[in-house]
């Protein structure tokens, strides 16, 4: 995928739109969506932003079916025949709250949206990868899709985040390119996955307390802003996002 700076001076936004639809056919592939389901979004030099259509498959939509909508979701150009994602609401509240993004990926990753539906929360100490990556991975309250319920139930998480699970629907990750964004989205589910199979094999233990204080500082030294979200098990976290961001709201 290229990044951002490639794509500036492009009338069409070619090289961007094919950042997209590389993410879009990697997303299929991966079955982290099926059918149409999903989208992904990116911010152009001027502020509106290209979106993947509406009823079209992931892993088959094409540069020209893009869409470009302004920040109010309405439609400037793209084919007729085709509207922007239902979801765009939730993408544009991304948007919104968080001016160092330029990417949104909104998938249905299915162990992700599983351990949602069973009431367990990945927003865990336990794989250090995630501590450093994300902070952790909080779970939004269950918003009914399409409607203005599903952004609202990220509007507390996504100032903090770049990964959120939807409960018993999907995902958001957001990112500085379209790569970044779609990279923290197979991370997500990888760690869903190993956490899974932690779980079936035996009880799963979080780090102590004194690594994870390590890994928050790693984070802090490597530039990565402080997460909020914590863990609503084992609470072994607390102490370090505090010492990050004192005055940051919490998921629990």
């Known amino acids: 995928m290229t990044t951002p700076s490639l794509r500036v001076g492009t009338e069409d936004h070619w090289e961007l739109r094919q950042d997209i639809i590389l993410a879009c056919r990697m997303m299929y592939q991966q079955k982290l969506v099926t059918a149409t389901d999903g989208n992904i979004s990116a911010r152009?030099?001027?502020?509106?932003?290209l979106i993947t259509p509406s009823g079209v498959s992931k892993g088959f939509v094409t540069?020209?079916?893009?869409?470009?909508?302004?920040?109010?979701g309405n439609k400037l150009a793209g084919a007729p025949n085709l509207r922007a994602s239902s979801e765009i609401q939730l993408h544009l509240v991304c948007y919104d709250l968080r001016d160092d993004i330029d990417a949104v990926v909104h998938a249905h990753p299915p162990t992700a949206v599983a351990f949602s539906i069973a009431g367990i929360s990945l927003a865990q100490c336990v794989l250090p990868e995630v501590i450093l990556t994300f902070g952790s991975i909080p779970t939004a309250h269950y918003g009914t899709p399409s409607t203005k319920e599903l952004p609202d139930s990220i509007v507390n998480t996504i100032v903090t985040n770049d990964a959120i699970i939807l409960e018993r629907h999907g995902s958001v990750t957001v990112g500085t390119n379209v790569q970044d964004a779609y990279f923290k989205l197979e991370?997500?589910?990888?760690?869903?996955?190993i956490t899974y199979r932690a779980r079936?094999?035996?009880?799963?233990?979080?780090?102590?307390?004194?690594?994870?204080?390590?890994?928050?500082?790693?984070r802090?030294?490597?530039?990565?802003?402080?997460?909020?979200?914590?863990?609503?098990?084992?609470?072994?976290?607390?102490?370090?996002?505090e010492a990050s961001e004192p005055n940051a709201p919490r998921e629990v």
């Open 200 to 218: 079936m094999l035996g009880r799963v233990t979080p780090l102590p307390k004194t690594e994870v204080d390590r890994l928050m500082q790693i």
């Open 44 to 49: 152009l030099p001027d502020g509106n932003l």
């Open 220 to 241: 802090r030294d490597i530039g990565f802003k402080g997460r909020a979200a914590v863990c609503n098990e084992c609470g072994i976290c607390s102490d370090a996002v």
């Open 63 to 72: 540069e020209d079916q893009l869409i470009i909508i302004d920040r109010k």
């Open 187 to 193: 991370k997500m589910e990888h760690a869903a996955e």
